[in-house]
C-alpha cells in the first residue's frame, strides 16, 4: 500500500499503477523497444505497452527468462504483438549487434524505453573495462540510442507520430559524488562507493536525456527525449546491498511501490498524449518533477555526452555511433 498518493497536475499519483495512466490509450500501429524487459518494471512495462497494442520488442541479456515473460504476456493477451531479441548492456558488442540486428528487421521504432540497470553493485568492470554500473545504466544506453536514432527519426518523420526516448533514472541521481560525474575516475576502484557509482550513473541517465533532447530539438524533428524516476520498488535490483535490501523486506509494503505502480511512469511518458511536446523534462509519480541542480546543467551535459562518445568509439569495433 503506497502511502503517499497525493493527484498532481496530470490527475496521477504515486498510487498509479501502469495500467491506470494508459487506460484508452491505443498504441496500435506503434512499436517500442523495452531493455531490461525480463523482470521487473520492465516486464510490466512491455506487458502494459503490448496490452494498449503496441510492438514490444523486449531487448532481455537471459534469453529464458525473456521468453518465459513473452509467453505469460501472450497467454494473459492472445492479440499481443511481443518479439524477444539478445541484449547486453554491459557490452558494447552486444549492443552493436542488437541494434544491427534490429535494423536489418527493417521495423519502425516509434518508443524506445531505456529501462535495464543494476544497483549498488561492488566495484567490478565490464567487459569493456568500464565500472560496470556506469557501463550498465548509462554507457549501453547511451551507444544503443544513437545506433537506433536515424530510424526512430525515419520512423517519426514517415508516420507522422511523435517518436519518445524514455531514460528510466532514479531519485538517487540527486546523491551522486560531490562532483557529479567523475569524469577521471570512472575506473577508479579506491574511491568506489557502490551508492554514489549508482547515483552518478543515474545522474548520467538524467543529462543523457536533457543534452539528446536539445540535440533534438535543433535538428527539427518530432522525436522526444525524457527521464523518469519509477520511485523505489521493490524489486531485485537491491540484491546487491544487504542493508537497503533488509529495509525492503521490513517496510516494504507501507512504504515501496509494486511494480504495477513502478512502471507507470515510464508507460505515461511512452504512450500518454498529455506528454506530446514536452522535451528533456524530469518525471515523477507520472508528473512533471524537479529534478537535482547537477542534472540540470547543461555544460555538465554537453560533457557527459563527449565524454562517452569518445569511450563507446575507443572501443575495438567501434562504428555508426556519432
Known sequence: MWLFSRTGPSGFSASSTAEEVTQGIDGSGLTAIVTGASGGIGS?????????GVHVIMGVRNMEAGREVKESIIKENPR?????????????????????DYRSLDLPLNILINNAGIMATPFMLSKDNIELQFATN????????????????????????????????????????????????????SGYNCLSAYGQSKLANVLHANELARRLQEDEVEVTANSVHPGPIATNLFRHHIIL????????????????????????????????????????????????SHATDAKL??????????????????????
Open 138 to 189: 548509462h554507457i549501453g544506453h547511451f551507444l544503443l540510442t544513437n545506433l537506433l536514432m536515424d530510424t526512430i527519426k525515419k520512423t517519426a518523420g514517415g508516420s507522422r507520430k511523435e517518436g519518445r526516448i524514455v531514460n528510466v533514472t532514479s531519485r538517487r541521481h540527486k546523491f551522486s559524488y560531490p562532483e557529479g560525474i567523475r569524469f577521471n575516475k570512472i575506473n577508479d576502484s
Open 245 to 292: 535490501k533488509g529495509v525492503v523486506d521490513l517496510l516494504g509494503k507501507y512504504v515501496i511501490k509494486n511494480v504495477e505502480q513502478g512502471a507507470a511512469t515510464t508507460c505515461y511518458v511512452a504512450l500518454h498524449p498529455q506528454v506530446k511536446g514536452l522535451n528533456g523534462c524530469y518525471f515523477s509519480d507520472s508528473n512533471v518533477a524537479e529534478a537535482s
Open 44 to 52: 510490466e512495462t512491455a506487458r502494459v505497452l503490448a496490452l494498449r
Open 301 to 322: 551535459a554537453r560533457k557527459l555526452w563527449n565524454f562517452s562518445l569518445d569511450l563507446v568509439s575507443s572501443c575495438p569495433g567501434a562504428r555508426n555511433s556519432k
Open 80 to 100: 499481443a504483438k511481443v518479439d524477444t531479441m539478445e541484449l547486453d548492456l554491459s557490452s558494447l558488442a552486444s549492443v552493436r549487434k542488437f541494434a544491427a
